[in-house]
């Protein structure tokens, strides 16, 4: 453990976002995107193993010898909240350490667009934040929640797996129910919101069908719902959520995207020209009455289209946020080229 605490102590001093510990490895530090290896001695198996029993209580060890993995959050006091995925190889534990922060960025340090503070005050609907892992998904979801519990008097209920930031009530009230400590699975945490008198629901990942249509369901039925989920796109975002379904269903899952979406922000974090930092580009979709007819029609591949022309409406490609960074000299001309959906497109347009 004392090892663990000042490994924890250099990750706040180096601003790192990440810590694993590896066996037969030094111990490895994810800073601004990159991993660097840290000075110093080899982890051994026999360390992670001491580690494993300090630092999991009886029932998360049983649930790990029974399914060789587990994800949990743990407070320490050196980084605050972090949330630990602890995994097997070569027949030993190993660990991958997520840093949540102490508190929420403000919406300009985080670079989110205006237009997400408008949709957070609507009052139902679903806005589904996307992009890869590691994108800052659940940075921009708690920044959502936070902004709600600061300017709204309701009941906000997270399902969260696990809990990665604490939120403490302020003008709403905040249940944040965690999966496996609180309830049994995800899906049976999302049919029981809905009898919990919520005004906002916050899904910390949507993964499958039946999630899917429980989050539509509920924001078709006058609650705004806040999810993430792994997409590299808007486009692929929605092609996933159709085709999860299959003949009836699939209509009737199109008919209640058409209706209840409000929108759809795609992320991705691209090293800063300094590399101090990482900065955040962005896909916005934004359902207007052109976006709904498309997605009732199930003409997906004209949405690139929509978005292109509706700047009026706080839409923006990837692409041309890309292209926006780098004229601002946040991003190098390469990291704009090495991101864009179209590189071909953005070379020509940089002249």
Sequence with gaps: MDRLERLLSVAVERGASDLHLIAGAPPAFRINGEV???????????????????????????AF????????????????????????????????????GEYIATRED?????????????????????????????????????????????????????VEFVHRHKRAIVVQQEVLTDTRSFNRALIHVLRQDPDVIVIGEIRDHEAIATALT???????????????SVIHALERIVGVFEGPAQ????????????AIICQELVPSVDHARRTLAYELLVANLAV???????????????????AKDGMIL???????????CQ?????????????????????
Aim: glycine share 6%.
């Design 292 to 310: 709904r007819n498309v997605i009732r029609e199930n003409q997906l591949h004209l949405l690139e289209t929509i978005i292109q022309t509706g």
């Design 251 to 262: 209509q009737q899952i199109i008919l209640q995207l058409a209706s209840s979406l409000q």
């Design 110 to 162: 985080l670079g989110l667009p205006p237009k997400l503070d408008e949709l957070a005050r609507r009052p139902n609907g679903l806005v589904l934040i996307t992009g890869p892992t590691g994108s800052g998904k659940t940075t921009t979801l708690n920044y959502l929640v936070d902004l709600i519990n600061s300017e709204r008097r309701c009941k906000i209920v997270t399902i969260e797996d696990p």
């Design 318 to 328: 990837l692409d041309a946020c890309l292209y926006d960074l780098y004229c601002r």
């Design 218 to 232: 509920a924001a078709e039925t006058g609650h705004l719902v806040l999810a993430t989920m792994h997409s590299p």
């Design 331 to 351: 991003i190098s001309y390469d990291a704009a080229l090495s991101r864009a959906r179209h590189p071909e497109r953005l070379a020509k347009r940089a002249g």
């Design 65 to 100: 010898q029974r399914d060789w993995e587990l994800c949990t959050s743990l407070h320490f006091p050196e980084v605050g909240r972090t949330r630990l995925t602890l995994y097997r190889r070569d027949g030993h534990p190993e660990f991958s350490f997520r840093f949540s």
């Design 36 to 62: 660097i290896l840290a000075e110093g001695d080899a982890v051994t198996a026999a360390e992670l193993e001491s580690l494993t029993a300090a630092l999991l209580n009886p029932e998360q060890r049983a």
